[in-house]
């Protein structure tokens, strides 16, 4: 049995992505702060202002404008307040850890001892297909974004979100950021079942689709990346190490590789599904959050 169509992420040709200047800052991105990237479009001469904004307003709980809300809400914020972005980012890899190891044990008692209750149980409960959804399991459209069965999967994914995730979350701070991941990986699991449990059977009448289940972050991950690239359209990726390309450019790629894998249906065992629906919640989250907040910086 296998349990899984494992969602392997378009973004894979940046396994050794890196970024020109990354040398002595710690990191892809220091956004703003170390001036490593310019900021986003429209704030190229208004970096200080628009990090002013962002600490206060819009990312980490450490801004001026947190600290007269009351100590009731300090309270109940203080888990977000006490993340750094590095132990954010360290958390959700930490998550996908353990259920990586989760999933591992739940295969192998099932080859070695034949017993599926387990394997059953995550498949039914942690992985995204329209059978779940139809059943009433709604948590399955985020439980996904922490499943995986195929170790390379897990690398790939975790280090894409390393590479990304700390600069991200200096920017939208940590609840907003975990607040993303998630939101990313509900739209993108939402699609993946719509296209594999409704269009596709429609389309091809193979219903196959409808009971085949799909795990992985990619749906997050290529979310936080897409949001990245309409933030940062002109920051330059190097793939396999030696091939510089610009953000935008990468993520259009990606896009249409994923649009046409799903087009053809059936020639690839990624969810390209999926990939097109974490895009587009970046693609959203930037043009109706940011982009707005950019603008009125101005």
């Known amino acids: 049995m296998k349990p899984a169509q494992s969602r392997s992420l378009s973004s894979a040709l940046v396994t050794g992505m890196?970024?020109?200047?990354?040398?002595?800052?710690?990191?892809?991105?220091?956004?703003?702060?170390?001036?490593?990237?310019?900021?986003?479009?429209?704030?190229?001469?208004?970096?200080?202002?628009?990090?002013?904004?962002?600490k206060a307003d819009y990312g980490s709980q450490r801004g001026n404008t947190y600290r007269n809300r009351g100590s009731q809400q300090q309270q109940r914020s203080s888990f977000f307040s006490k993340l750094t972005?590095?132990?954010?980012?360290?958390?959700?890899?930490?998550?996908?850890?353990?259920?990586?190891?989760?999933?591992?044990?739940?295969?192998?008692?099932?080859?070695?001892?034949?017993?599926?209750?387990?394997?059953?149980w995550l498949t039914r409960n942690c992985s995204t297909m329209w059978v779940n959804l139809v059943q009433g399991r709604i948590w399955t459209l985020v439980?996904?974004?922490?499943?995986?069965?195929?170790?390379?999967?897990?690398?790939?994914?975790?280090?894409?979100?390393?590479s990304f995730g700390s600069d991200m979350v200096r920017m939208l701070g940590p609840k907003r950021f975990i607040g993303f991941y998630l939101g990313a990986a509900v739209v993108g699991n939402l699609v993946s079942a719509v296209v594999r449990g409704i269009i596709i059977p429609l389309r091809t009448g193979d219903m196959s689709s409808m009971v085949q289940p799909s795990i992985g972050a990619s749906t997050s991950v290529i979310g936080i990346t897409t949001l990245f690239a309409c933030v940062?359209?002109?920051?330059?990726?190097?793939?396999?190490?030696?091939i510089p390309v610009r953000a935008w450019m990468a993520t259009v790629g990606f896009i249409g590789w994923d649009l046409w894998r799903v087009m053809k249906h059936g020639?690839?065992?990624?969810?390209?599904?999926?990939?097109?629906?974490?895009?587009?919640?970046?693609l959203a989250y930037y043009w109706f959050k940011l982009r707005p907040l950019i603008r009125r910086m101005r």
Do not use: C
Request: cysteine-free; overall charge positive; proline content about 6%.
């Open 18 to 54: 890196s970024f020109g200047d990354r040398a002595a800052r710690g990191g892809p991105l220091r956004m703003l702060r170390h001036s490593v990237l310019p900021a986003p479009r429209g704030q190229q001469t208004r970096g200080g202002r628009w990090e002013n904004h962002t």
């Open 143 to 162: 439980t996904p974004a922490f499943s995986h069965v195929d170790p390379m999967h897990l690398l790939i994914n975790m280090l894409v979100l390393h």
């Open 267 to 282: 020639s690839s065992k990624a969810d390209g599904a999926g990939h097109l629906g974490g895009a587009a919640a970046g």
């Open 85 to 120: 972005p590095e132990s954010t980012v360290y958390l959700l890899i930490g998550i996908n850890g353990v259920m990586f190891l989760v999933w591992t044990t739940a295969n192998q008692r099932f080859k070695s001892l034949g017993d599926a209750t387990m394997l059953t």
């Open 232 to 242: 940062f359209p002109m920051a330059q990726f190097q793939l396999f190490l030696i």
